[in-house]
T-cell receptor, first 112, second 114 residues
């Protein structure tokens, strides 16, 4: 069945470092891909999304490109801040009437 | 900012008590969901609803029950709470026919059963 695999955390970086959180997926068909973020003590919120191959989603300095050839949707940011400390979830949607399939989440810790 | 609200945010109760976690959304979304989030952060779908009078169990077996009498309201009930029910519960909603997979989440209800 469809699945999402994320790199394990926690990922600890210094402020202004470059961030990559890996996400790969297995799916039949043409899923949509998402990154959600959960700040401490809060629910999840959509960070960015891509609905077809080669699309790039971006928001708040984060980017991710839908790579069908490598079945990947890696999250990147050029210069992280302490306020980016959160848990990041990669997810896919096989279609409009299907449940989201979630990765296990990656905790990001940014040190000043 | 999402218009989906959960109450209570935090609840500490004794074993055997009945509890209801409330979830309301003002976006008119047809689909609503309850997730249980374990200490390792992983999300587990425990209930979902595609509309009024529609409820289904999710991937993770749960002793809780849900109801969907009104579009905007999707409460979760535990008839007799146990320490194993201690967890964070997240409610979410999404549009129906035009859903592209974007979910809107409440801030969560953190339940501790002593």
């Amino acid at each position: 069945g469809d699945s999402v695999t994320q790199m394990e955390g926690p990922v600890t970086l210094s402020e202004e470092a470059f961030l990559t959180i890996n996400c790969t997926y297995t799916a039949t068909g043409y899923p949509s891909l998402f990154w959600y973020v959960q700040y401490p003590g809060e629910g999840l919120q959509l960070l960015l999304k891509a609905t077809k191959a080669d699309d790039k989603g971006s928001n708040k300095g984060f980017e991710a490109t839908y790579r069908k050839e490598t079945t990947s949707f890696h999250l990147e940011k050029g210069s992280v801040q302490v306020s980016d400390s959160a848990v990041y979830f990669c997810a896919l949607s096989p279609g409009s009437n299907y449940q989201l399939i979630w990765g296990a989440g990656t905790k990001l810790i940014i040190k000043p | 900012e999402a218009d989906i609200y959960q109450t209570p945010r935090y609840l500490v109760i004794g074993t055997g008590k009945k509890i209801t976690l409330e979830c309301s959304q003002t976006m008119g979304h047809d689909k609503m969901y309850w997730y249980q989030q374990d200490p390792g952060m992983e999300l587990h779908l425990i209930h979902y609803s595609y509309g009024v009078n529609s409820t289904e169990k999710g991937d993770l077996s749960s002793e809780s029950t849900v109801s969907r009498i009104r579009t905007e309201h999707f409460p979760l009930t535990l008839e007799s709470a146990r320490p194993s029910h201690t967890s964070q519960y997240l409610c979410a909603s999404s549009r129906g026919i035009t859903n592209t997979g974007e979910l809107f989440f409440g801030e969560g209800s953190r339940l501790t059963v002593l």
